[in-house]
């Protein structure tokens, strides 16, 4: 999109995408077992596994033109005569409307159509013993071991499956030089498209070059965690206590790709002749029902897109190998995706609390020591091996690309990393009557990057044109914060609070998505991915989050004896926020931060007795800013919405009960993110009622 004044906008890429089927099951198992030692001791042992599947497909129609200025087409709009016919120029018809745009044909003007069918599992099972001391004289000591694995596969071409399943992969096809219309004036979610120029899109025969990816996956996290604590209660005359730690985790993860791309020949098996096309009508899939997903989102649009079965490709090119051309260079993925890192965090901490009549104090300072280690692909193209491509002659053979493939990316570079913090804080309580507490409070805090984060890696995405890419040297954020509240706990069963807080942090970590992948053979990506927008995470700057909190709960005892279950609660948050670096300074929406919402509030009404246990609650979540920029266009907000959950609960004994819970009752979208103004919502995701139901057992 485009934006003018806070005038009309123009719309030049379309993208609707549907979900068509997803199969998720999950199963678990736990146990616990607390042995009492003696009297002063207890060994508690817990340990749990779960196990997951998921199967999925995504399917995706995509209609874009030339809307982002650049040096080949420096003015998007077109010049056109009296007739509206194009003369010069761009692509987009002048005399567009905030509703309405036409866009003109050009071997940029394309259509695409992208099916993906997935296949995830995993598992994690986690062992935990732990001793507790309870001496005389006030002496406790609690430590404790902790050890989780977990693993995640993701067999799509099932080539070496872990578990074994039919193939799947992403399917790709696409043509060009075709113009259309779009008409948000009756509809601004599913607008009415119109083809206005060139061969038709809703035919398959006019698409070419089909494409079949298949990237498998395997993750494996393993965290190792030791904790050790000491409290003693001092024999003065003010109640005391001193308290003193220290812990120990190591995490590591392994991540690993292999990736697969095929590209479709026909029957003489040769990549880029004349019969590429030749028998692609054979995965055409049959007719849609009308309640099917994708048929409701075309709606308002002038046929359906032609949707081949994707399990049917995929299952082609299992079979038929001989009508598919490996794209050999696109495998050197499997070089650049073995990624390790391993992080150790050391910290001890000391602490001590007094009790001086109705006022509490609490201080104490944890110290924390950070180290990372990570070993990932080194991309090298040294002078000779420059030379070597550049004297080449002829087309370059499979076996030649696997070479340079392993020349290139075979190398492993390792880097390390170390940080350390000292965390101070004090911690005010008064008591001034009967019920009532206040607290006033000063910490500070660390907020470390998410492992996702910083181990190299980069996730392109094709149907939105965008390339996530993580910082390896991003660092941690540190933050000051103060906090006051004020809770009236009144009889029988009942409590009100209000609180009050800042926060202040330094080293913000933001989201950045103000770059676009440029063009030419050193872009970064050899040349592909022109016109996709780079987001990576960064440091920049200072933060500000202020914010009121409301809350309140109350079980109904003064009703008749059969409603004296009912309780109900209230609570709610407002917040303003400040950000002080380059990409508030220059962006449209101003100083606010992103991802942060204005105002969330929860209600609820519950009911306890006679074996049951009902709740209907309800969460809502304000508008809030998704993605700032300088460009008032791209600026982005989620619109506030409401979500009702139903859950219910009856116990058939002491020990078995069924349960039965409705999720989003009303089928409120989990997404609708628009762009600079309302009726120009740019990303809408219904999300339908979930239900779950079952029996529990506790033995």
């Known amino acids: 999109m485009c934006i003018r004044d806070r005038g009309p906008v123009y719309n030049y890429a379309t993208t609707r995408t549907t979900g068509s089927s997803t199969y998720y099951a999950r199963a678990g198992a736990s146990l616990k077992i607390d042995y009492r030692f003696s009297d002063a001791t207890t060994i508690t042992f817990n340990t749990t596994y779960n196990h997951f599947f998921n199967n999925g497909q995504t399917e995706a129609h995509a209609l874009t033109n030339i809307g982002v200025p650049t040096a080949a087409v420096p003015n998007v709009l077109a010049t056109v005569d009296a007739a509206g016919n194009r003369t010069g120029g761009g692509f987009i018809n002048p005399d567009y409307t905030s509703t309405f745009t036409r866009l003109y044909a050009n071997p940029n003007a394309t259509s695409v159509i992208t099916q993906t069918t997935n296949n995830k599992t995993g598992r994690t099972y ?27 596969y993701y067999d799509v071409s099932q080539n070496d499956p872990k578990f074994r399943s039919r193939p799947r992969g992403t399917v790709t096809y696409r043509m060009a030089n075709i113009g259309w219309s779009v008409d948000r004036s009756q509809d601004a979610l599913f607008p ?39 409290k003693k209660n001092l024999p003065i005359a003010l109640p005391t206590y001193l308290k003193t730690g220290f812990t120990v985790q190591e995490q590591t993860r392994k991540l690993g790709d292999d990736p697969r791309r095929y590209n479709f020949t026909g029957p003489d098996g040769i990549f880029q002749t004349a019969d590429d096309n030749a028998g692609v009508i054979q995965f055409l899939d049959g007719p849609r ?3 099917d997903n994708f048929t409701q989102l075309f709606k308002n649009a002038a046929g359906m897109p032609p949707l081949m079965n994707a399990y049917g490709v995929a299952r082609h090119q299992k079979e038929h190998p001989e009508f598919w051309r490996e794209d050999i260079a696109f495998t050197s993925g499997k070089l650049t995706t073995r990624r390790l890192l391993e992080e150790t965090i050391a910290a001890a901490y000391v602490m001590g609390n007094v009790r001086m009549g109705d006022v509490t104090l609490l201080t104490g300072i944890r110290f924390e020591d950070t180290r990372t280690e990570g070993e990932g692909p080194l991309n090298r193209l040294t002078p000779a091996e420059a030379a070597r491509r550049a004297a080449w002659v002829g087309p370059v053979t499979e076996a030649e690309q696997r070479r340079r493939n392993l020349e290139q990316f075979g190398g492993r570079v390792t880097k390390k990393g170390n940080y350390h913090s000292y965390l101070p804080g004090v911690h005010l309580k008064y008591e001034p009557f009967a019920g009532m507490i206040t607290r006033l409070s000063w910490s500070t805090g660390i907020g470390r990057p998410g492992f996702g984060s910083i181990i190299p890696t980069a996730t392109v995405n094709d149907t939105a044109e965008t390339i996530s890419v993580t910082n390896p040297e991003l660092k941690p954020q540190y933050s000051q914060s103060w906090d006051l509240t004020a809770e009236y706990y009144f009889k029988p069963q009942g409590m009100i609070s209000l609180g009050a807080f800042q926060k202040n942090i330094t080293d913000y970590i933001r989201s950045d998505n103000s770059e676009l992948v440029e063009d030419g053979q050193n872009n970064g990506y050899d040349g592909q991915y022109v016109g996709y927008r780079i987001t990576t995470s960064v440091n920049d700057g200072t933060a500000k989050i202020e914010g009121l909190e409301f809350s309140y709960q109350q079980q109904l005892t003064f009703l008749p004896a059969w409603a004296k279950g009912l309780g109900i609660y209230v609570n709610c948050t407002k917040l303003r926020t400040e950000g002080n670096n380059s990409g508030f300074s220059t962006g449209a929406a101003g100083k606010r931060l992103a991802g942060f919402l204005d105002l969330t509030g929860n209600i609820g009404l519950g009911y306890r007795g006679f074996g049951w246990d009902l709740r209907l609650q309800a969460v809502y979540r304000g508008k809030y800013l998704v993605a700032n920029n300088a460009n008032a266009a791209l600026v982005r907000w989620q619109e506030d919405k409401w979500t009702w959950t139903w859950k219910s609960r009856y116990n058939l004994s002491r020990r078995i009960g069924v349960f039965l819970d409705l999720e989003n009752v009303f089928e409120s979208e989990i997404t609708r993110i628009y762009a600079a103004y309302p009726d120009r919502v740019d990303n809408y995701r219904p999300l339908h009622t979930k239900i779950v139901g079952g029996i529990t057992g506790r033995f």
């Open 192 to 230: 009415v498209i119109t083809q206005t120029e060139g061969p038709s899109m809703f035919n398959l025969a006019n698409y070419s070059g089909l494409l079949l990816t298949q990237t498998d996956r395997r993750g494996y996290d393993a965290v190792w965690n030791g904790k050790f604590d000491l």
């Open 126 to 152: 986690v062992f935990s013993p732990r001793v507790r001391h309870r001496f005389n004289h006030g002496l406790e000591i609690d430590y404790s071991v902790s050890y989780s694995n977990s693993a995640t």
């Open 289 to 291: 029902p009308a309640q």
